[in-house]
């Protein structure tokens, strides 16, 4: 059974920071590549970051550039999204999703920015 579990997610005042992390199982990891994604109520589903399966390669949303940075560890079967300089906008339920031929899904973690 696939399971992707998201933590690390909560309250935290603008221009603070949060290390979200999302612990796979039940697949080869290694082989997967992984995203974190973002949603607000009443909006779709948006791209923050994405890596590929040996970490190689990284891609951000513009809105996210600069601030916050993806990683992965290939033996713990872990991503992360270190978020640095956090931003009101930024807030929303982040999930985490494995992808290669098939897609996998986190139940999200919610990140609040706020004063």
């Known amino acids: 059974q696939v399971q992707l579990v998201e933590s690390g997610g909560g309250l935290v005042q603008p221009g603070g920071s949060l290390r979200l992390s999302c612990a796979a199982s039940?697949?080869?990891?290694?082989?997967?590549?992984m995203s974190w994604y973002r949603q607000v109520p009443g909006k779709e589903r948006e791209l923050v970051a994405f890596?590929?399966?040996?970490?190689?390669?990284?891609n951000y949303a513009d809105s996210v550039k600069g601030r916050f940075t993806i990683s992965r560890d290939n033996a713990k079967s872990t991503v992360y999204l270190q978020m640095n300089r956090l931003k009101p906008e930024d807030t929303a339920v982040y999930y985490c999703?494995?992808?290669?031929?098939?897609?996998?899904w986190g139940q999200g973690t919610q990140v609040t920015v706020s004063s």
């Open positions: 999703k494995a992808k290669r031929v098939g897609d996998y």
């Open positions: 039940g697949i080869t990891f290694s082989s997967y590549a």
């Open positions: 890596i590929t399966s040996t970490g190689s390669m990284t």
